[in-house]
C-alpha cells in the first residue's frame, strides 16, 4: 500500500544558456618553407647558390571548441600537425 508521501521523486531539468567554451579555435593554418633538394653533387652546389621551395601544409583549417568539463582526444597519424596545432595554441612560434 503507498501512501501519499511515498510518490517517486522527479526530476526536473532547466533550460540553463550553454557556458562559453574554454578553449576556441577557429581557421588554424600553418604552412612551411620546405628546401627543394636536387640530386647529385651538382645539385646540392645549385642548392646552396639557388634554393628552390615548396611549400607544406602542416596544419590547414582545423577548427574546434572545447567546452569546461568536456574531456577530449587529439588523435591522428604521424606528421597530421597534431604537435603544431598545440604549438600555435600555447603561442609557440613554430
Not at 9 to 33: C, F, G, N
Not at 37 to 61: C, Q, S, W
Amino acid at each position: 500500500m503507498r501512501h501519499s508521501d511515498d510518490a517517486e521523486p522527479t526530476i526536473q531539468v532547466e533550460d540553463e544558456p550553454l557556458s562559453s567554451p574554454i578553449i576556441h579555435a577557429e581557421h588554424l593554418k600553418r604552412t612551411y618553407r620546405v628546401p627543394k633538394k636536387r640530386p647529385g653533387l651538382g645539385g646540392a652546389f645549385r642548392d646552396l647558390l639557388n634554393p628552390e621551395y615548396r611549400m607544406v601544409h602542416a596544419v590547414k583549417d582545423v577548427t574546434f571548441s572545447i567546452q569546461p568539463g568536456e574531456s577530449v582526444a587529439y588523435l591522428g597519424p604521424n606528421g597530421a600537425g597534431k604537435s603544431t596545432t598545440v604549438k600555435i595554441l600555447a603561442g609557440w612560434s613554430c
